[in-house]
């Protein structure tokens, strides 16, 4: 076989970095400038259509089930191809993102999988972005270790047959990867780069360790998205010479457009699909950017209020499994962020309860696994679902055919009792400022209050604070009570929480951080009359790297 010709993407404003000649070679950008001359225009058409679509909503302040594609829900002989063994039992996933220690943590952590993060827990540096992807040749070549230069400990892996599988998430269709450029000067989606490279290096190797190239599909936003996915897999699998059908794909239900498509969405990966995943804090975003100029009924109390039990919410993931199940495909429940503390044995115990309570529902719902963002969790986490599933590896055959949701069910915002508090705000402030503060220093996942948050955290504050001053909330109780959410209102929690941080962290911390550019950011994205449709594109142009 003759070399291949250099390709015809050019890496841009990047430092080298060590070993990144070892994913970065002819050939695999070869393949990643295939993908995005094939499928980005296709891209760049469903990205205008999403905009179509929200004024279509803004129009409307309603959502339905399609009825163009009313026969594919109709038609109950289709099913999704069966799970491989490695993705057959998924009953606890641990998330997180692709650095060195988090990588072997995961691995050896207990759970079935592991969602190995591009996306919302990895801030898109250069660097987060290129040795992601060596530290994951690396996992499955075994010469992976790792010592913390602080505590000098060391870890290294388990035996294969202890490690989760790992389902790789790469970026939204939204992200561009400004430092892959083709002849014409324009980037390359981040999903083609992500996906690409991790397909290329290990799709052949995953397959020799009894595993396969899986993968996790976030922001989707219809089943028209979903179709292209699948064309790229298809061409995947022919070009590096592995059979049809190797890939398999598990969409993030996480868009409350997706929600009213999970079927036709499962149709379109049907080769490929290994199921859904009920993403909670993306689809609070979603229901508030969608709907965010509806009026008092789609106002949204403070996130923490909105629970897995608000009716909506159980609608969803009701649906979302009904859905799975009816098809032969896994349904996956959400993440239990929380992070346990070194210092507050009762903050622990309060904390478990509520985790175990959250599982457990999720296990009685007839949901096949969930999500932990903490290995402490996996435990916790896997007693649930054991208690259901004893030795089966999932529950698919509850069919949850007493399961009937109606259209208005999945945006039934105002069946809430609970309201918007000043103190809703306060927290919307200080997460959204220490999030971005910690993502433009290239940390994608990071812990805040006793939780593990990730960008949909922060893409949640933000909308919050725009739709509360756009709908002119007025407090209700408290010493708040009869205050309106103003813009100037936001500018003075922002003020304050920034002199909090500075009084926390010291001057030197302070002045070291990122913490003016993050309060300047967020309220930036929050105060804007032109809301951004994603917070991490005006934060790209300021991530360093």
Not at 348 to 359: G, L, S, T, Y
Not at 394 to 399: A, D, H, P, T, V
């Amino acid at each position: 076989m003759s070399a291949p010709a250099p390709s015809p993407l050019a890496i841009v404003d990047a430092e080298p970095l060590p070993r990144q000649e070892e994913v970065l070679t002819d050939a695999a950008l070869a393949f990643v400038a295939e993908l995005h001359r094939l499928f980005t225009p296709r891209r760049d058409e469903l990205l205008t259509r999403r905009a179509e679509r929200r004024a279509e909503i803004a129009r409307t302040s309603t959502l339905d089930f399609l009825p163009e594609t009313a026969h594919i829900r109709e038609d109950t002989t289709w099913r999704v191809a069966p799970a491989p063994a490695a993705l057959n039992d998924r009953r606890v996933e641990i998330t997180g993102p692709t650095d060195r220690k988090m990588t072997i943590n995961a691995l050896n952590s207990g759970a079935k999988v592991w969602l190995a993060d591009f996306e919302d827990a990895s801030a898109p540096t250069w660097e987060n972005v290129v040795l992601g992807q060596v530290n994951l040749v690396d996992a499955y070549t075994r010469s992976i270790d790792f010592t913390d230069e602080r505590t000098g400990k060391s870890y290294a892996l388990k035996g294969n047959d202890e490690l989760a599988t790992v389902v790789m998430r790469p970026r939204g269709w939204h992200l561009d990867e400004r430092h892959l450029k083709d002849e014409a000067g324009r980037p390359v989606p981040g999903a083609l780069v992500d996906f690409g490279l991790y397909f290329f290096h290990n799709a052949k190797r995953l397959i020799e360790l009894g595993k396969g190239p899986y993968f996790y599909l976030p922001k989707t936003e219809s089943h028209l998205e979903a179709r292209l996915w699948n064309e790229i897999f298809v061409f995947a699998q022919d070009y590096v010479g592995v059979p049809q059908g190797t890939v398999r794909a598990t969409v993030l239900i996480e868009t409350i457009t997706a929600a009213y498509e999970m079927d036709e969405i499962l149709y379109e990966l049907r080769d490929h699909a290994a199921g859904l995943n009920a993403g909670r804090w993306d689809y609070l975003f979603s229901i508030v950017k969608n709907f965010r100029d509806g009026g008092a009924k789609f106002v949204l109390p403070d996130r923490n209020l909105v629970t897995m039990t608000a009716p909506f919410m159980r609608a969803y993931t009701e649906l979302l499994v009904r859905t799975c199940h009816k098809r032969g495909a896994h349904a996956i429940g959400g993440m239990a962020a929380f992070i346990p503390s070194r210092r507050d044995a009762e903050v622990n115990k309060v904390a478990f309860e509520k985790v175990k309570n959250d599982k457990d529902r999720e296990a009685g719902d007839g949901f096949d696994g969930s999500w932990v963002a903490h290995p402490d969790l996996v435990p916790i986490a896997m007693a649930s679902f054991d208690a259901v599933l004893g030795d089966k590896p999932n529950q698919k055959e509850r069919l949850r055919e007493d399961v009937s949701v109606a259209p208005g069910d999945l945006i039934a915002i105002d069946s809430l009792d609970a309201r918007p508090t000043y103190d809703g705000l306060v927290n919307a402030v200080q997460v959204g400022i220490r999030y971005i503060e910690a993502w433009l220093r290239g940390l994608g996942a990071v812990a805040i209050f006793n939780l593990m948050e990730d960008a949909a955290t922060a893409e949640i504050s933000r909308s919050q604070i725009w739709q509360w001053i756009n709908a002119g909330v007025v407090f209700e109780g408290g010493e708040h009570s009869g205050t309106t959410v103003t813009a100037d209102l936001a500018r003075e929690v922002a003020a304050q929480e920034l002199a909090n941080i500075k009084a926390e962290v010291g001057e030197e911390a302070f002045a070291a951080g990122k913490w003016q550019q993050a309060h300047d950011l967020l309220l930036q994205v929050s105060l804007d009359a032109d809301y951004a449709d994603f917070l991490t594109l005006p934060a790209y142009e300021q991530l360093a790297g």
